[in-house]
């Protein structure tokens, strides 16, 4: 009864006050804090919403057997007042070769020139894929030059470094070739400036961080180009490509992925190097919130208690994704919100992208892979002949299976020719470069103007194909997911063939991340290649 249960001696809960009998204190209740609970599994947080507001001038389609949603390209923001793009006549004379063949710097980049190229404010540039802020690094990298340029123009190597985090091994490449091309640079003098004009290149390093070896390679490239006047070595540092201490010591750009950085940096004997480091540069710094995050928050931190320690500036620049704590993440950098913080949503993408949804409502699994097939051959065709056409999957066998579907419907429905003329050169082209290709399946589908990529095949056959997809003789390229994060190649039409990946770690299917699919979305009208992407 009532009057029982009232009587009974209540049980005391965990949290409920203790009371000592020798002092009659209260101490406070114990709080537990569950970590378990506030794990998440590998990867992102997959949030799921029913309630979806779609931008105006959406629509949807009912079709048999799936369904699409059609989102239109956001409308660029109108200038403020005042605001204009920078032309590239108009900058210093040392940086109008690294912009060849642009008239003028973009939106976004005609924002951040200012802080970049004359401020050491720490950075955090948030933008979408595509829109330039490679440009943006390159400005950073240049600020730091300037302290060390001589009276004839020539740098001091010894005096400095430099480190590019990047994500990926092609990205590392593709920086470090890009940089070794030689031009001319006339950089202001500044802090690092022998009296015969030369730079003193042995007083500073620069590091860029970019998360994956694809990355590493491509931004070796790139800044290796740009930079190679000033006799600076530029140089990539993964698992593939190992430094000797003699070549780091001699190394004033070091691209490299963040585990590399970080093993390196944890060792108390490179200290000697690891403090002349004067600029660090993060690329995709988005991926904190990915099972690689902690080791991008120990290099920060790790950084971050050096300049404590030994009073030398570190400058930390991030470029990220749209972020939607991005104020946050600017904390962590020791960004000024006002000086260094820039955000730039989908409207400032350089090329307007229009984008669809299909859902697949068929339930059966042999039925629901051959709608997909039949979808993406509809979407292949929509573009054949005019436009080239990247499509997404998610496994190396993937590739082979879903182009020799469109293929083999082609050849069904005679629309072959739709894709390349009987005779064209481009044709003539694929039937020659065919017989030198060592992968079976890419040897047969090339003739026809199709081919695949992904990393289980030979760098030969990898680099042929991305030659022959930059030069527009391939049509229809079927890609894993990792060239999204590698090689910058022209595609109108981006097509992401499915929403899960196999995991092995967790041994089931699970959906792919949400930065994973933003990059693939980025491979969609490039700015140097296109006006609109799909």
């Known amino acids: 009864t009532s009057q029982q249960s009232s009587e009974a001696p209540r049980k005391r809960h965990k949290s409920d006050p203790e009371t000592t009998s020798s002092t ?20 992102a947080h997959f949030m799921a919403n029913k309630r979806c507001q779609l931008p105006p001038g959406s629509f949807r389609k009912q079709r048999k057997g799936y369904e699409e949603v059609h989102v239109p390209a956001l409308k660029p923001k109108p ?122 290149v042995h007083d500073f390093k620069m590091i860029y961080v970019a998360p994956m070896r694809s990355l590493v390679q491509e931004m070796v490239g790139n800044f290796s180009k740009r930079l190679s006047a000033y006799n600076l070595r530029v140089s990539e540092l993964t698992g593939d490509h190992q430094l000797t201490r003699e070549q780091i010591d001699a190394t004033q750009l070091i691209v490299c992925t963040p585990e590399k950085w970080d093993i390196i940096t944890r060792k108390g004997g490179e200290r000697s190097f690891t403090n002349l480091v004067r600029l660090i540069i993060i690329d995709e710094v988005h991926l904190l919130h990915d099972e690689r995050g902690p080791v991008l928050e120990a290099l920060v931190a790790r950084t971050l ?56 409502t068929e339930k059966k699994a042999l039925k629901r892979f051959q709608v997909m097939n039949d979808i993406v051959y509809e979407k292949t065709m929509e573009h054949a002949g005019r436009n080239q056409i990247l499509v997404f999957v998610h496994s190396r066998k993937e590739t082979g299976k879903t182009a020799r579907a469109i ?44 081919a695949i990529h992904h990393a289980g095949m030979s760098r030969v056959d990898r680099t042929l194909v991305e030659d022959l997809f930059a030069d527009r003789h391939i049509q229809v390229l079927v890609s894993t997911a990792t060239l999204a994060w ?22 089931r299917w699970a959906e792919l991340g949400a930065l994973d699919v933003l990059q693939m979305l980025g491979r969609a009208g490039r700015p140097q290649y296109d006006t609109k992407g799909e």
Request: with cysteine.
């Open 24 to 43: 009659g204190q209260v101490t406070g209740s114990r709080k537990v804090l569950q970590l378990e609970e506030l794990m998440f599994a590998a990867g």
């Open 79 to 200: 200038f403020d007042e005042g605001e204009t793009l920078i032309p590239i006549e108009k900058l210093p004379k040392y940086a109008q070769p690294a912009f060849e063949g642009f008239k003028n710097l973009n939106r976004i980049q005609s924002r951040i020139c200012k802080a970049a190229l004359e401020t050491d404010e720490n950075l955090l540039v948030c933008a979408p894929t595509g829109a330039g802020k490679t440009n943006v690094a390159l400005l950073c990298l240049l600020r730091e030059l300037g302290k060390h340029v001589n009276d004839d123009g020539s740098v001091n190597v010894h005096d400095f470094k430099m480190i590019y985090v990047a994500p990926m091994r092609s990205l590392v490449q593709e920086m470090v070739m890009a940089l070794r091309v030689s031009i001319y640079f006339d950089i202001k003098l500044n802090k690092h400036v022998n009296d015969d004009g030369s730079v003193n």
């Open 305 to 360: 208690r050096t300049v404590e320690q030994t009073q030398e500036e570190v400058r930390l620049v991030g470029l990220s994704a749209t972020l939607p704590n991005y104020t946050d993440v600017a904390a962590f950098l020791r960004v000024k919100p006002d000086q260094g913080l820039f955000y730039f949503d989908n409207s400032f993408r350089p090329v307007a992208l229009e984008q669809q949804y299909i859902g697949v």
């Open 407 to 450: 293929r083999d419907m082609c050849l069904e429905k005679d629309t072959l020719g739709q894709f390349l003329r009987e005779g064209s050169a481009s044709m003539e082209v694929l039937r020659t470069e065919a017989e030198q290709v060592k992968n079976p399946e890419l040897r047969e589908l090339l003739p026809y103007g199709f």
């Open 486 to 507: 590698g090689v910058n190649l022209p595609a109108h039409t981006v097509i992401v063939k499915g929403t899960q990946v196999y995991s092995p770690e967790r041994g």
